[in-house]
């Protein structure tokens, strides 16, 4: 099957605890729908922290790297696989260690897909906590904590490209003044940091009866009205779930979602890794 894309650097495995399907299903999947890269990025495994349901246990890092290396030399006449992580950024608490993923090869590249931020049980207690930006009750405060924390990490130099920048729709529900502004900011580092922002084709596939482009939690069109004619790199994310994920995208309407905006589409991205050949 012929696709717009033929490279994606989005895809999870089993291990998050919320998605289904063996790693070679994935790969398999990837290959019938012509895909020609597979960057596969689960949710980030982070050590003193346990999140079943969000993301697969500090432990099963050796097993996800082993795994998708043997499917790497398997089938590496039909697809590049490339082995990565979608991580929030939270600043110093792990900075060191996405560091060292890079820095020892781990992993080739990370994602930065914001969903929480980390806190400190209470001031007194610092078991890591996780803190839903979407749980908070000011959705201006956690919008702003979102796009601050989102900035810091781009800037950290550590990130391939930004994914779903405008996941903030799920809390913040109507367009207005302050997201309007909020948005810029992303796009502005997108364009300063030249770093592409991902259009993610996850939500999409919720909507069983069609997609009406208004409906969608993401991409949220008001978003990329604004990054319509801008400079800023674009790129698509499958974001698969589950091996079907690649047979179920509606790529047309990403084709047409594009084109409509004259945006500025890459196919293909430089891993980031800072640390490589030092
Ligand atoms: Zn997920
Ligand atoms: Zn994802």
Same mark, same amino acid.
């Given at each position: 099957? +012929?696709?717009? $894309?033929?490279? %994606?650097?989005?895809?999870?495995?089993?291990?998050?605890?919320?998605?289904?399907?063996?790693?070679?299903?994935?790969?398999?999947?990837?290959?019938?729908?012509?895909?020609? $890269? &597979?960057?596969?990025?689960?949710?980030?495994?982070?050590? #003193?922290?346990?999140?079943?349901?969000?993301?697969?246990?500090?432990?099963? &890092?050796?097993?996800?790297?082993?795994?998708?290396?043997?499917?790497?030399?398997?089938?590496?006449?039909? $697809?590049?696989?490339?082995?990565?992580?979608?991580?929030?950024?939270?600043?110093?608490?792990?900075?060191?260690?996405?560091?060292? &993923?890079?820095?020892?090869?781990?992993?080739?590249?990370?994602?930065?897909?914001?969903?929480?931020?980390?806190?400190?049980?209470?001031?007194?207690?610092?078991?890591?906590?996780?803190? %839903?930006?979407?749980?908070?009750?000011?959705?201006?405060?956690?919008?702003?904590?979102?796009?601050?924390?989102? @900035?810091?990490?781009?800037?950290?130099?550590?990130?391939?490209?930004?994914?779903?920048?405008?996941?903030?729709?799920?809390?913040?529900?109507?367009?207005?003044?302050?997201?309007?502004?909020?948005?810029?900011? @992303? @796009?502005?580092?997108?364009?300063?940091l030249d770093i592409p922002l991902e259009i993610n084709m996850g939500p999409s596939?919720?909507?069983?009866?069609?997609? +009406?482009?208004?409906?969608?939690?993401?991409?949220?069109? +008001?978003?990329?009205?604004?990054?319509?004619?801008? /400079?800023?790199?674009? @790129?698509?994310?499958?974001?698969?779930?589950?091996?079907? #994920?690649?047979?179920?995208?509606?790529?047309?309407?990403?084709?047409?979602?594009?084109?409509?905006?004259?945006? %500025?589409?890459? /196919?293909?991205?430089? &891993?980031?890794?800072?640390?490589?050949?030092?």
């Open positions: 099957m +012929k696709r717009f $894309i033929d490279a %994606n650097y989005h895809s999870h495995t089993y291990r998050c605890g919320h998605a289904q399907g063996s790693d070679e299903e994935y790969v398999v999947a990837a290959i019938e729908n012509g895909f020609k $890269i &597979l960057g596969v990025t689960d949710h980030i495994f982070l050590p #003193n922290i346990s999140q079943p349901g969000m993301r697969g246990d500090f432990s099963e &890092l050796k097993g996800y790297v082993v795994s998708l290396e043997k499917l790497r030399e398997k089938y590496k006449d039909k $697809i590049e696989l490339h082995i990565g992580f979608e991580a929030e950024w939270y600043g110093e608490r792990y900075k060191d260690y996405y560091e060292w &993923l890079l820095k020892t090869g781990v992993v080739e590249y990370l994602i930065l897909g914001n969903h929480m931020t980390i806190i400190n049980k209470s001031e007194d207690d610092d078991t890591p906590v996780a803190l %839903n930006y979407g749980a908070m009750k000011d959705e201006k405060l956690a919008t702003k904590m979102y796009v601050d924390s989102l @900035i810091e990490g781009m800037e950290s130099g550590l990130f391939t490209y930004v994914a779903h920048p405008d996941f903030f729709h799920y809390w913040y529900r109507e367009w207005d003044e302050y997201i309007e502004k909020e948005s810029k900011r @992303i @796009i502005d580092a997108a364009i300063r596939r919720f909507l069983k009866n069609g997609i +009406k482009e208004d409906e969608l939690v993401y991409p949220w069109n +008001k978003f990329w009205d604004l990054v319509a004619n801008t /400079k800023a790199k674009c @790129i698509c994310g499958v974001d698969a779930h589950n091996p079907n #994920n690649y047979y179920e995208t509606d790529y047309g309407f990403f084709k047409q979602f594009i084109a409509k905006r004259k945006l %500025n589409l890459i /196919k293909r991205v430089d &891993l980031v890794n800072p640390f490589k050949n030092k």
